[in-house]
């Protein structure tokens, strides 16, 4: 099967309560920022489609915004550029589908169990909050080289540039939102949003797993910098992280132009 598919009915590809991971790829958006939201299917037709998002509070995108929507059917990861055209009750986004469809083949992304010195502020807040704390906290970084009067502790962690596990106490059960401030290397601490994706019961407490939502392209790089180095050290190869297209803000197509 091609991996570019000139489709004119997308209904195949996406059938309700189907998982959906949209980047933002709107020529205004922040270039240097990865920006996510994830969702599921909640209706479906030839070049249009609804989804549920777990996150609201985005009304002002409507009729602006473009996005990638990254998922998977018939055995493969496929993704294609949609329109926001409306949204409905807050947080159901509807879309129209344009363009070729990509089909790629699913990539594990590295991980690595760590130590660092780490804080996560939680919080039942919503993202639009969430986004002006990482504002301020980012320009108060360039500024002060420190953060706002936060104590990082040195915090058993598994890494990657999509996400963080970690293992938290029975009284700090996580927030569907969340601000990571994680320290790598040298340089100022990684600040990136992240939405808790699942969450186990064990015997320190909860084991939690958190997808990065918002974050420097610029802090993906030096997390995978970090995670390669951890592989290699053990002896083990490490496929760079833009390998998952859930990662990137681009298509196939534009990696693939001759230079």
Excluded at 57 to 63: K, L, Q, R, V, Y
Excluded at 170 to 197: K, Q
Aim: hydrophobic content about 35%; aromatic content about 8%; charged content about 25%.
């Amino acid at each position: 099967m091609s991996p570019h598919l000139l489709c004119n009915d997308y209904s195949r590809y996406f059938s309700p309560r189907q998982k959906v991971y949209l980047v933002n790829m709107s020529e205004e958006r922040n270039s240097d920022i990865y920006e996510s939201l994830s969702g599921v299917v909640t209706k479906s037709s030839v070049d249009s489609l609804e989804l549920m998002i777990t996150h609201g509070g985005h009304d002002s995108e409507a009729g602006k915004v473009t996005y990638k929507l990254t998922s998977e059917a018939l055995g493969s990861g496929i993704q294609v550029l949609a329109d926001l055209v409306g949204i409905v009750t807050g947080n159901n986004f509807q879309f129209r589908m344009h363009g070729t469809l990509e089909l790629f083949q699913r990539r594990i992304v590295p991980r690595a169990e760590l130590s660092a010195k780490m804080f996560q502020l939680r919080g039942s807040f919503p993202l639009a909050f969430f986004k002006k704390e990482w504002r301020r906290v980012m320009d108060h970084l360039r500024s002060n080289g420190v953060l706002p009067g936060l104590v990082l502790q040195e915090t058993a962690i598994n890494l990657s540039a999509g996400g963080i596990g970690i293992t938290v106490d029975t009284n700090n059960r996580p927030t569907p939102l969340s601000m990571f401030f994680i320290e790598l290397d040298d340089g100022l601490p990684v600040c990136t949003l992240a939405e808790t994706v699942w969450e186990q019961h064990v015997e320190e407490g909860f084991r939690c797993g958190f997808r990065f939502i918002h974050i420097l392209k610029s802090d993906q790089e030096r997390i995978n910098r970090c995670i390669s180095d951890a592989i290699r050290k053990e002896g083990g190869t490490h496929l760079d992280y833009k390998r998952n297209w859930v990662l990137v803000d681009k298509m196939v197509a534009e990696l693939r132009k001759p230079e």
